[in-house]
């Protein structure tokens, strides 16, 4: 198993330690390598707050997180970044791209940390500008291309460490219709080419309905439903 959330709970709490809010009860999920998960709920259901822990960008109250059968409990915070950084895509509503960098920059980002040769990692850049059709714009910045063409390239850029695991929250919430089903389209198509696990948080149907299984997080748990 790529991914076991077993038994998870996350509170919110005030600064004296007092619960405000409860947003994950004993969630559990099980992700195989290869294997596309959306998540659906409403806003404020606890989506984004399951992410950040799959993630390591935060840490459950009680219960465990295991990734390839290891628990990440067991890692202290350099080990966590170094894994982070090496097995875990993200994709976020909005690219977060550098404004002052090339395309071609910001997609090396995440691979300034890693111990890889510059060669490999510039190969791996190319091919993943070249399949997504965003190569011959690679020089340009942020602020000259359009909303589609920057959300791709947080796509590349979430995947040129080559990851085990995607996690993308609302990736194409901030898009239009069109830009939105190009946007799965791609994310489906270098999913199943590499093999990657991916947990997709999201409102549109449409686009749950394109993973292999679909969860509904409700009062803290989630349920699954079927897909078709």
């Known amino acids: 198993m790529l991914l076991e959330v077993k038994d ?10 007092k619960t405000l809010r409860e947003v994950l009860n004993g969630t559990s999920l ?3 390598r290869g294997e596309k998960i959306a998540i659906a709920g409403p806003s404020g259901s606890g989506k984004t707050t399951l992410l950040n ?3 390591t960008l935060d840490f459950p109250d009680k219960g465990e997180i295991f990734f390839n059968e290891k628990p990440l409990s067991a890692m202290d915070t350099a080990d966590l970044a170094s894994f982070r950084n090496r ?6 509503q909005f690219h977060h791209l550098l404004p002052q960098l090339t395309l071609w920059e910001n997609v090396l980002i995440p691979a300034l940390p890693v111990n890889s040769g510059r060669k490999e990692i510039y190969n791996r850049a190319e091919e993943l500008l070249r399949e997504t059709g965003l190569w011959d714009i690679r020089h340009q910045k942020p602020g000259e291309l359009s909303g589609g063409e920057c959300q791709r390239t947080a796509v590349v850029r979430a995947l040129v460490n080559s990851p085990s695991l995607l996690l993308a929250d609302e990736p194409t919430g901030s898009l239009d219709s069109e830009n939105a089903d190009l946007l799965t389209k791609m994310l489906i198509r270098l999913g ?3 093999s990657l696990g991916m947990i997709v948080v999201t409102h549109s149907l449409e686009i749950a309905l394109r993973m292999d299984r679909i969860y ?3 009062d803290g748990r989630l349920e699954e439903r079927q897909s078709q």
Do not use: M
């Open 8 to 17: 998870i709970s996350k509170s919110y709490k005030s600064r004296y330690g």
């Open 30 to 32: 099980s992700l195989r």
């Open 53 to 55: 822990l799959a993630g």
């Open 87 to 92: 097995e875990i895509g993200f994709v976020f």
């Open 192 to 194: 199943e080419k590499e």
């Open 216 to 218: 509904n997080l409700k």
